[in-house]
């Protein structure tokens, strides 16, 4: 099997030099993401729900930025629903989707249970079976959106490249991964996006179902469960998405997100920051009204008068008003208090959503808005028509993404701490034990806060 063979042989030094740089930079934003959602409703509740029902036994793995011990099922589980919890990760165009919020977390869960038990991994090896489960998660999410007839969440997808990526850690024999596979995608977890879309909620796009899913068809799978073939892997029609597996990179179409908010509303967002840098005098007070045209998809967000958190960042219009009213669009305007400010909510209900046909024909491929601000004195203003800043043909410095990690981690962490993760992802490569650095990510920071006893 081409697929198994790539699993097992595959190293990280195969892949090209920017691909390796991505993983890496992959890796950082996540761990970002994580920080800034570690003290949020969903992630506290997440990582009480995985204490009570999942103790620690013969495995155990460490809650991320908390230091409890729980199975490493419940450790997936709450590692996947924190990062989904702000949607500030990465993701992948022809997926329509994100793998990382899935993997990361799922396979920090799993080395976690290795070293618990004495045993080492090095960065290299940490970051090649990194690689694996995001080169293949998307791959399976590709194929997943040509052959299934609904659009469904990330974590239908994802679990595939945990298996994966944790079939190279556990060194599984064939048969094996095979099960596992067959185990993850049958029982995979197969929302339908478009409900959440319509009615936000912390269910989000999946992860945590999808990192639950990944580590529990590992763990059947070496028991001796049988799984039936997986059916986007093995048929003879999609082998065309695993044919190139080793030598194209699906990874190299990663996009990062500047604001954490839903990946449809960046396009209306970055076209709105690029009107406001023309026109300095654009504030909130010269505004009368906001004309976004954009897909149908992005259309369906909505989102003027949030009650919570999730309905927030599943919004366009709610963050687009944010980002008039306060100049920024980061973790504080789309959680907590923030969402009933009356300076953004006025804003929000000027702000009219409706479809471009001409752009709804370009998505998945292309994701675009253009926006029109007409202000008090009767003028009008009109971006040209935008891309999201992030995607790879307009993508972020590597400061711009330093300085979004830090914007996400300082205020969580402490910047000694932030500062340490970074330099210990950096440093990846060339470790030859990675205990420190999952000491750095699983305990609890000595000057952070904490919401629970």
Same mark, same amino acid.
């Given at each position: 099997?081409?697929?198994?063979?790539?699993?097992?042989?595959?190293?990280?030094?195969?892949?090209?030099?920017?691909?390796?740089?991505?993983?890496?930079?992959?890796?950082?934003?996540?761990?970002?993401?994580?920080?800034?959602?570690?003290?949020?409703?969903?992630?506290?509740?997440?990582?009480? *729900?995985?204490?009570?029902?999942?103790?620690?036994?013969?495995?155990?793995?460490?809650?991320?930025?908390?230091?409890?011990?729980?199975?490493?099922?419940?450790?997936?589980?709450?590692?996947? *629903?924190?990062?989904? =919890?702000?949607?500030?990760?990465?993701?992948?165009?022809?997926?329509?989707?994100?793998?990382?919020?899935?993997?990361?977390?799922?396979?920090?869960?799993?080395?976690?249970?290795?070293?618990?038990?004495?045993?080492?991994?090095?960065?290299?090896?940490?970051?090649?079976?990194?690689?694996?489960?995001?080169?293949?998660?998307?791959?399976?999410?590709?194929?997943?959106?040509?052959?299934?007839?609904?659009?469904?969440?990330?974590?239908?997808?994802?679990?595939?490249?945990?298996?994966?990526?944790?079939?190279?850690?556990?060194?599984?024999?064939?048969?094996?991964?095979?099960?596992?596979?067959?185990?993850?995608?049958? *029982?995979?977890?197969?929302?339908?996006?478009?409900?959440?879309?319509?009615?936000?909620?912390?269910?989000?796009?999946?992860?945590?179902?999808?990192?639950?899913?990944?580590?529990?068809?590992?763990?059947?799978?070496?028991?001796?469960?049988?799984?039936?073939?997986?059916?986007?892997?093995?048929?003879?029609?999609?082998?065309?998405?695993?044919?190139?597996?080793?030598?194209?990179?699906?990874?190299?179409?990663?996009?990062?997100?500047?604001?954490?908010?839903?990946?449809?509303?960046?396009?209306?967002?970055?076209?709105?920051?690029?009107?406001?840098?023309?026109?300095?005098?654009?504030?909130?007070?010269?505004?009368?009204?906001?004309?976004?045209?954009?897909?149908?998809?992005?259309?369906?967000?909505?989102?003027?008068?949030?009650?919570?958190?999730?309905?927030?960042?599943?919004?366009?219009? *709610?963050?687009?008003?944010?980002?008039?009213?306060?100049?920024?669009?980061?973790?504080?305007?789309?959680?907590?208090?923030?969402?009933?400010?009356?300076?953004?909510?006025?804003?929000?209900?000027?702000?009219?959503?409706?479809?471009?046909?001409?752009?709804?024909?370009?998505?998945?491929?292309?994701?675009? =808005?253009r926006v029109t601000v007409t202000l008090k004195d009767g003028s009008r203003l009109t971006s040209p028509t935008s891309t999201a800043k992030g995607d790879p043909g307009n993508p972020m410095s590597s400061e711009e993404l330093s300085e979004k990690y830090h914007l996400l981690a300082d205020a969580s962490l402490g910047a000694s701490l932030s500062d340490a993760i970074e330099r210990s992802v950096n440093a990846l490569p060339g470790r030859e034990n990675c205990q420190a650095f999952f000491n750095l990510l699983l305990s609890p920071p000595k000057n952070g806060t904490s919401h629970h006893g």
């Amino acid at each position: 099997m081409q697929l198994y063979s790539f699993v097992q042989n595959f190293n990280y030094s195969d892949a090209p030099l920017h691909t390796r740089e991505l993983v890496q930079t992959c890796l950082l934003d996540i761990i970002g993401v994580a920080a800034g959602s570690r003290n949020n409703r969903t992630s506290v509740i997440l990582k009480d *729900f995985a204490d009570t029902h999942y103790p620690a036994n013969t495995l155990s793995s460490r809650l991320w930025f908390d230091g409890r011990t729980v199975h490493p099922l419940g450790a997936a589980y709450a590692g996947g *629903f924190c990062i989904d =919890s702000l949607d500030a990760h990465e993701g992948h165009f022809t997926s329509k989707g994100h793998a990382g919020a899935t993997v990361v977390p799922a396979i920090v869960t799993l080395v976690d249970a290795y070293l618990s038990q004495g045993k080492d991994i090095s960065g290299e090896e940490l970051l090649s079976a990194l690689c694996i489960g995001y080169e293949t998660a998307l791959r399976a999410g590709q194929v997943l959106m040509a052959t299934a007839p609904e659009y469904h969440a990330s974590g239908a997808f994802s679990g595939i490249g945990v298996v994966c990526a944790g079939a190279r850690l556990l060194k599984l024999d064939e048969a094996t991964f095979r099960h596992a596979l067959g185990i993850a995608e049958y *029982f995979g977890p197969r929302c339908p996006m478009m409900r959440l879309v319509n009615f936000p909620s912390m269910l989000r796009d999946a992860h945590g179902a999808g990192a639950y899913n990944g580590i529990n068809a590992l763990l059947m799978a070496q028991m001796g469960v049988t799984g039936a073939p997986a059916a986007t892997v093995e048929p003879q029609e999609v082998s065309r998405f695993w044919d190139d597996i080793g030598t194209r990179w699906e990874i190299d179409e990663q996009y990062f997100k500047p604001w954490p908010v839903c990946r449809w509303a960046q396009p209306a967002l970055t076209a709105m920051t690029a009107l406001m840098h023309l026109h300095p005098t654009l504030s909130a007070e010269s505004v009368e009204t906001i004309d976004v045209e954009t897909f149908y998809e992005s259309v369906c967000l909505q989102g003027h008068f949030p009650n919570n958190a999730d309905e927030a960042q599943y919004a366009l219009a *709610f963050p687009l008003a944010a980002l008039i009213a306060r100049g920024k669009v980061g973790p504080d305007e789309v959680t907590g208090d923030t969402i009933h400010a009356p300076d953004i909510l006025h804003i929000s209900a000027q702000i009219t959503l409706r479809e471009g046909v001409d752009l709804s024909a370009l998505f998945p491929e292309k994701i675009l =808005s253009r926006v029109t601000v007409t202000l008090k004195d009767g003028s009008r203003l009109t971006s040209p028509t935008s891309t999201a800043k992030g995607d790879p043909g307009n993508p972020m410095s590597s400061e711009e993404l330093s300085e979004k990690y830090h914007l996400l981690a300082d205020a969580s962490l402490g910047a000694s701490l932030s500062d340490a993760i970074e330099r210990s992802v950096n440093a990846l490569p060339g470790r030859e034990n990675c205990q420190a650095f999952f000491n750095l990510l699983l305990s609890p920071p000595k000057n952070g806060t904490s919401h629970h006893g």
